[in-house]
């Protein structure tokens, strides 16, 4: 009873932390990240985020490298780069993200543990739990990583909003 509290407590301040709205509204932090930082940039045309490395920005444009990777290439090839230009007065929203990596990992990581919880809650036998919570989990991690390293879950910090 007295925990219960202090976790709705800190329930509370996590909410209100997560939807509080970044004071950003200055292009010249756009303008001042280096090349090759991973960034997601939502446009008033699509309610899609394109994910993309920044490249430059200018007083009119912001300029990034998408990379795309065709379904026939086999998945040890590179990926393809292209070139994207987007007008400043179409972007709504430009944030920081993780990379393709560490996206990977945290998708994994969550999947793991949904997977081994699984795993443990669909044996009835004490001996054969081990094994099973291993194997969903190593299955959850696989799931996990190739999902949230194709659609993100997690963001890091707005830069700039319109």
Same mark, same amino acid.
């Given at each position: 009873?007295?925990? &219960? /509290?202090?976790?709705s407590? #800190? ?8 939807? +509080? ?18 960034i997601?940039?939502?446009? /008033? &045309? ?10 430059? %920005?200018t007083?009119? !444009? ?8 065709? +379904?026939?290439?086999p ?7 292209? !070139?994207? +230009? ?6 709504r929203? #430009? ?6 990596? $560490? ?6 990581a ?5 997977? %081994?919880?699984?795993? %443990? ?9 081990g094994?099973?919570? %291993? ?6 991690? $696989?799931?996990?990583? +190739? ?16």
């Open positions: 009873m007295r925990y &219960q /509290r202090f976790f407590l #800190v329930l509370a301040l996590l909410v209100l932390a997560s939807t +509080a709205r970044a004071q950003t509204g200055d292009w010249r932090s756009v303008e001042k990240l280096y090349a090759g930082t991973h997601s940039v939502l446009d /008033r &045309q699509s309610p899609i985020r394109l994910y993309c490395n920044f490249e430059r %920005a007083g009119k !444009e912001l300029f990034c490298r998408q990379e795309t990777r065709p +379904a026939f290439l998945p040890y090839l590179p990926p393809i780069f292209s !070139e994207v +230009a987007l007008d400043r007065g179409d972007i929203e #430009v944030r920081l993200e993780h990379s393709g990596a $560490a996206n990977a990992l945290i998708g994994g969550i999947g793991a543990g949904a997977g %081994a919880a699984l795993g %443990a809650a669909v044996t009835t036998d004490g001996h054969s739990r094994p099973a919570m %291993a194997l969903f989990g190593v299955l959850g991690f $696989a799931m996990g990583s +190739a999902i949230n390293k194709a659609l993100p879950i997690t963001h890091r910090k707005v830069i700039y909003r319109r």
